[in-house]
């Protein structure tokens, strides 16, 4: 899903290549853990965890990283965390 979505992240005007796109979607979502279908729930959790590490960034740059990771998975899921 992460492959075939927009390259925009919606709200901050980043544009991914699909070559960032797939590196993103395997670095969050292991083939090894994951297969080929990746529920709500793991989603919702991966959120969570990235939500985490944004708070625990030192440094801004890494904070926006990980909050432009945060929007693009929101925008192209649809999924809303708790």
């Known amino acids: ?3 075939k979505a927009p390259p925009r992240v919606p709200g901050s005007g980043k544009v ?3 070559q960032e796109r797939v590196g993103m979607e395997k670095e ?3 083939q090894k853990r994951f297969q080929s279908h990746i529920s709500e729930i793991e989603i919702k959790k991966k959120l969570r965890e990235l939500r985490m ?3 625990k960034a030192k440094s801004g740059e890494e904070r926006l990283k990980i909050d ?3 929007k693009f998975l929101k925008g192209t899921t649809g999924v809303k965390p708790y």
Do not use: G
């Open 28 to 30: 969050l979502f292991p």
């Open 68 to 70: 432009r990771k945060i």
């Open 1 to 3: 899903m992460l492959r």
């Open 16 to 18: 991914y290549s699909r």
């Open 53 to 55: 590490e944004r708070y």
